[in-house]
DNA sequence: TCAGTAATAAGAACCGTTACTGATTTACGA
DNA sequence: TCGTAAATCAGTAACGGTTCTTATTACTGA
């Protein structure tokens, strides 16, 4: 019997109505501005809840940083190195390229995750 | 005029003569044996240096800890997700797929991380 | 030897994240 | 619409990996 939470939905709702692949303090404040009263606590317990349930993915860490994405689809992301942005890169088939690497030596991969890094458009050409 | 540290030579060597991966306090226990009154901000330092050297790459984030690598030849890891070990497995040739992606996108990728997780040879069949 | 500079040890500070506790909200049957 | 139990939450303390600070030490060239 899954109990339905406002809180909850918000911050699913928020996750999943942006493409910047937030971080868990972005999330905070954007729920904030519905439920002032929100803990960052409750954000950080959801967003392992979702993760646990699936319904969101783990991007990677950026300056230290996690970044969540709602969008489970099979596809990958370019972090900025410059900027922080995260951005997403199209759908990658590299499993059946790796399948007798992981027979050699006995693994079973059960996802991937593939991230370029470098600058993105806004920050190409920036000096610092 | 690069000068001459013992002890950073030491932790080089020990990332470079291990293909477990470390992390930042695996490399400060290892050094520790030969020099004991190593400090662990030491080895955190030099890392940092080493990593802006391009001498050594940063493989990911595992359970929280950053796991570096002496290795910077073009080629992926397997992260075991029950045991935490990190594995090579072998080059990818990933980035001539994505260029018209990234030429759609304006983003400049400069390197990547293809990572795959699942469970390793020895964690294959274990319960827990 | 000496001055100047780089590297270091020790430990405090930092910051993202997690755990804990008591209060509040939710689902659901009466 | 109530009452009740379980789920959820706010607030906050604690945790742990990493970074920063400061005093000290080691190295280099003169």
Redesign the pocket.
Known sequence: ????????DAIYDIICSTKSHP???WVYTQVKEI?P??????V?????RFKEEGKIITVG?VN???RIDGDTSDHCHFVCTHCGAVIDAGAPDVTDTYSQVFKDIGCTPERHNLVFYGRCHDCTGKRS
């Open positions: 019997m899954e109990k339905h939470s406002k809180k909850r971080s868990a303090e439920h009263d929100i803990s960052l606590g409750t950080y317990r959801n967003i392992a860490v230290g940083q996690e």
